[in-house]
């Protein structure tokens, strides 16, 4: 497999409320129509691609169009949520020599969040399009994460790095484009590194439980990157579209990554 490095820079377009409303409606999200998505301000960045220094091995993490399906599949979830496409991921499990031999890769920004509060993070979630196959490969909790990199500015430690990780739960349906799902209530989170005991993998938090481990009375905690990410465990091929970032939606399309400004 070939991993494809960065999204291809177009002119930006200029769309109507029309348009975006469209978008919403195609969702199929009650969640989504109700955030307040069909807002008609949208914007391309170009600042969006792999993040060379946390891929491993060979991944796929590719702008492409669809999936339309899976075959049979004939509603409003057989085609990505919002505009004609996604951010297609393709990792396998053990395709390195590394401890373990898995492949890991991060899709993301790492300029447009860096410095933003942590506590700032209010809501967050994306839509999935889970298969069958990706259960069989590593049971139902089989999933892409939401990846942010911090600067835990813990009173009580000199590290100034540590990874806020979403691990989400058992996508609702399977062949077919999820609606919203809530990284704000559902799954769990954790920090890596030890940084917060209580938050860790063995030790797992919600989002504001986490935020309150963090807030120790000094500076806050700040973000370096965001990212939607996949690995190092089991092989998983689907798609992601719709990260939501507050007030944000980054809608995944073959020629770039739009902004849906929705707040």
Known sequence: MSTRFG????????????????????????????????????????????ITRNTI??????????????FGVADFSARPPFGRGSLGIAVANDSTSLTPPSEKVDFGNEVDFLGDPVQGLRRVGFHVFQTGENVSYGGVENMPNIRFEIDPNLNASTDDYSTLVWVPGASPVTNRWSGY???????YWYLTGNEVPDCNQAARCSLDALKRELDDGGAGATILTAAVGKGRDHMWIGAVDGLRINQNVYDFEADGVRTLRIG
């Open 7 to 50: 999204v291809t820079r177009r002119n930006v377009l200029t769309v109507t409320a029309l348009a975006a409303v469209v978008a919403s409606i195609f969702s199929g999200s009650v969640s989504a129509v109700a955030d307040g998505n069909g807002g008609d301000h949208e914007r391309r960045t170009d600042h969006w691609g792999v």
């Open 57 to 70: 091995g060979s991944p796929v993490a590719d702008l492409r169009n669809g999936p339309f399906g899976s």
């Open 181 to 187: 799902i809530d990284a704000t209530r559902t799954g």
